[in-house]
């Protein structure tokens, strides 16, 4: 897993971008925003390493399975070889549908929060790379 953190208007997202445009990766755009409960501290000591390993990659999977518009969805949006034809014209209408869909006054009522498809499992899929962006989580 590829994580690229720094602070909010810092180059983050362009950099993040950058990795996205590659065929293979799964790129997810601050999943941790709203999630900000991390079960591991913010930093912690070599000795402390070992005791918070597995919560950190529990909650590392946890915002990789965040695939919201705002996670999942940020243009531009990049050809993945994972991805049929099919596939990444479904993906793109249905990003383009729940973004213009969430800028209507009853969807939060009414819809809650849908998510973008992936049409992948990088756990499953040794050649997709996660990558994953935050300006909080540092």
Known sequence: MILIFGA?????????????SHPNTLYR?????????APVPSLCSDAEILEYRDAAERYADYLMSIHNSNAAGSPPFMRKSYHSEFQSAIRLATIYGIKSAERMPFFSKFMGNLNVPDFADFRANGAIRPVMKSVGSM
């Open 29 to 37: 755009a601050e999943p941790d925003k709203g999630q900000r409960d």
């Open 8 to 20: 909010p208007r810092s180059g983050t997202s362009w950099l993040g971008k950058i990795f996205d």
